[in-house]
């Protein structure tokens, strides 16, 4: 890995746009998916720009599988909505155009009001200052990490503290460090070291450090992501060989989920007790109770989920049958009855290059309620190198009847923000 810049530059001199750039960047967003296979596809592509071809994206995802419609009430979107798709699942609204969602009605939701004038998320504090051991919160609603700057983070008084130096372990690379990971409740935040997982409850600013079991200690080409279980007393690490559970009294032991080597981020935690696990090979999703799977139901082929509610929601590319026949690949978020695989609603977006999808720029990144999905979403044309400074949105999907809310913008750097949703209203 310590070379791909280099092979890049040697295979790209001919290429006069900053396909190197490109590619690492989305390489990096890749990563949110938890695959070690993103390596090797990575080092593919340099291969295949060396043969002619610099366009990033074009191939289609091979894990698309036909989904059929569901008996669920048609919706309307906001903004200005297209035509529905012909031949569209009830469950299924309008076509949508993330490029269209600074003109989106800001969210009335409480977290609003700690943002800043016109909806701007940005940390108000320097690097280092206000640190949360000298000035506690009694929950963090944002962590927002960022190179050079460590891990700062906004409380429910709206007030920005700094995170501790155990946290501060972002460097310039292609591979940076796993996002960081909030309780539940808010009161403790998590990231992976190479010293181990370092907790802060940011209620006292103690921070402590869990040791990593010999099978998961460094090196690696990048960290195992970090899920918190339920009752917030435990983690699950996301190793790509098979995840793990590691308690916060230093016990760990592998998961009892069932293992696909290379495939991380599978997995929708309940915030009350259920684990849903995305059975990819089988299109299933897997629901288990402790160290019990109770229930395996039909499931479109999802990655980023998130649980809640007795619902999953989740970034699809997958879709394509709830598309006209000419209209080309279709992503966007979807809701699914974790009891029935039921598809409760989807919002299709044209992808053709899979920006949203596999490339990471829609994340569901929790519920604000049964009738709200909060998404991360970086607007990207696929035929367009990302520019050095973009704008990314938190955005509330209300998929009852179809309509996109702007909670926050900010720069690049939101797209590696963590949030606590429970806290956001």
């Known amino acids: 890995m310590t070379d791909m810049r280099a092979a890049f530059r040697a295979a790209t001199d001919h290429v006069t746009v900053d396909l190197e750039a490109a590619v690492l960047g989305e390489a990096r967003r890749r990563r949110r998916r938890g695959r070690a296979i993103a390596v090797a596809g990575a080092a593919a592509f340099v291969v295949l720009v060396a043969a002619g071809i610099a366009q990033i994206g074009d191939v289609p995802d091979a894990r698309r599988a036909d989904v059929g419609p569901v008996d669920t009430p048609s919706t ?9 798709v012909e031949g569209a699942g009830a469950a299924t609204q309008p076509v949508w155009d993330p490029f269209d969602l600074p003109a989106a009605p800001l969210s009335d939701v409480e977290f609003t009001s700690l943002v800043g004038s016109g909806g701007r998320l940005q940390p108000d504090i320097e690097p280092g200052a206000n640190p949360v051991g000298e000035d506690p919160m009694s929950g963090v609603v944002v962590a927002w990490p960022e190179v050079g700057a460590g891990v700062r983070l906004l409380g429910t008084d709206g007030r920005w503290r700094s995170a501790p130096a155990a946290f501060a372990i972002l460097e310039e690379t292609p591979y940076p460090a796993a996002p960081v990971a909030i309780s539940a409740d808010g009161t403790r935040v998590a990231v992976s070291t190479d010293a181990g997982i370092s907790v802060l409850d940011v209620t006292t600013g103690e921070v402590a450090v869990l040791d990593w079991p010999a099978e998961l200690a460094p090196p690696w080409d990048y960290a195992p992501e970090l899920r918190w279980l339920s009752d917030d007393d435990a983690l699950l690490a996301l190793h790509w060989s098979e995840p793990w559970v ?6 760990a032991r592998p998961a009892d989920y069932g293992t696909q080597e290379g495939v991380t981020d599978v997995f929708g935690i309940d915030p009350d007790g259920p684990v849903h696990q995305n059975d990819y090979p089988r299109s299933t999703l897997v629901t288990w109770d402790g160290e ?3 229930r395996e139901v039909p499931f479109p082929q ?3 989920l998130v649980a809640a509610h007795g619902l999953v929601a989740c970034t699809t590319g997958s879709l394509d049958s709830y598309s006209a026949p000419d209209a080309g690949p279709r992503s966007g978020p979807v809701v699914v009855d974790a009891a029935t695989g039921d598809i409760v609603a989807y919002a ?3 992808d053709r290059g899979a920006v949203y999808s596999d490339n990471g720029r829609l994340t569901a990144m929790g519920f604000l309620d049964p ?3 909060v998404l991360k979403v970086g607007p990207r044309d696929h035929e367009v190198p990302t520019p050095p400074a973009e704008t990314w949105h938190l955005v509330a999907w209300r998929y009852g009847d179809g309509a996109f809310e702007r909670i926050a913008s900010g720069d690049q750097h939101l797209a590696d923000i963590s949030i606590a949703p ?4």
């Open 348 to 350: 299709p977006i044209d």
């Open 76 to 84: 309307d979107a906001v903004a200005t909505p297209p035509a529905t």
């Open 302 to 304: 999802c990655e980023r």
């Open 246 to 251: 590691i308690g916060l009294d230093g016990d």
């Open 422 to 425: 429970s806290l956001m209203d």
């Open 292 to 294: 019990r799977a109770v």
């Open 371 to 373: 009738d709200t999905v």
